[in-house]
């Protein structure tokens, strides 16, 4: 069955540093999400991707923030200078179609920024 | 503000019975509602989800209820097994209107299920 894969699974970073999270969606998706979770909180909706661009952003999504599709497969999200409370499970969800159908979720790369 | 509320945080049930999950939304542009399962440290697994024209969706031993006019929905699990013990999110998405269909999701009620 065709899955949501993201890695790493765990990423280690200084404040202030550079991370890339990693996702390749299922192949014939077209819509593309980033979510995150800290801990103990709820899943939060960060920026979705359609056609090469952003569709749409939350108030989490900074400028800190940005998403690139550099190839055919990957997705992936950049935090510039990693903080603190950047630290939380960030999983990436993928769509075949816009309206009422299921989104499917990556198992998560949990971002731990000391 | 919370478009979407998981008003329990958790609910221990007992294993054959019924287990009642209740979520309540507010955002009268949703039409589309998702339950959706998440185990520790892995990614929320799509359960069962309706659309606003309808009142209730079945698939097994899952049931989804929608009262649009409560802006309230239900996911009803019958019977309960161990094996459903788990984070229950509900989520909800304007599929129209330039949303591109991004979920809104509640913040999870823990469902235990004893043997």
């Known amino acids: 069955e065709p899955e949501v894969t993201q890695t790493p699974s765990h990423q280690v970073t200084q404040m202030g540093q550079e991370v890339i999270l990693r996702c390749v969606p299922i192949?014939?998706?077209?819509?593309f999400y980033w979510y995150r979770q800290i801990l103990g909180q709820k899943v939060e909706f960060l920026v979705s991707?359609?056609?090469?661009?952003?569709?749409?952003k939350s108030e989490i999504f900074d400028d800190q923030f940005s998403v690139e599709r550099p190839d055919g497969s990957n997705f992936t999200l950049k935090i510039r200078s990693t903080k603190l409370e950047d630290s939380a499970m960030y999983f990436c969800?993928?769509?075949?179609?816009?309206?009422?159908?299921?989104?499917?979720f990556g198992q998560g790369t949990r971002l731990t920024v000391v | 503000d919370q478009q979407v509320k998981q008003n329990s945080p958790s609910l221990s049930v007992q294993e054959g019975r019924i287990s009642i999950l209740n979520c309540d939304y507010t955002?009268?542009?949703?039409?589309?509602f998702l339950w959706y399962k998440k185990y520790p440290a892995e990614g929320p697994t799509f359960l069962i989800s309706?659309?606003?024209?309808?009142d209730k969706n079945e698939d097994g031993r899952f049931t989804v209820f929608l009262n649009k006019s409560a802006k309230h929905l239900s996911l009803h699990i019958v019977p309960s097994q161990p094996g459903d013990s788990a984070v229950y999110f509900c989520?909800?998405?304007?599929?129209?209107?330039?949303?591109?269909?991004?979920?809104?999701f509640g913040k999870g009620t823990k469902l235990s299920v004893k043997p």
């Open positions: 969800a993928s769509k075949q179609g816009s309206a009422n159908t299921e989104a499917f």
């Open positions: 192949s014939n998706h077209l819509y």
């Open positions: 991707f359609y056609n090469n661009e952003i569709s749409e």
């Open positions: 955002n009268s542009m949703f039409d589309y």
């Open positions: 309706i659309s606003s024209i309808k």
């Open positions: 989520a909800a998405s304007a599929g129209y209107g330039g949303s591109q269909g991004n979920l809104i």
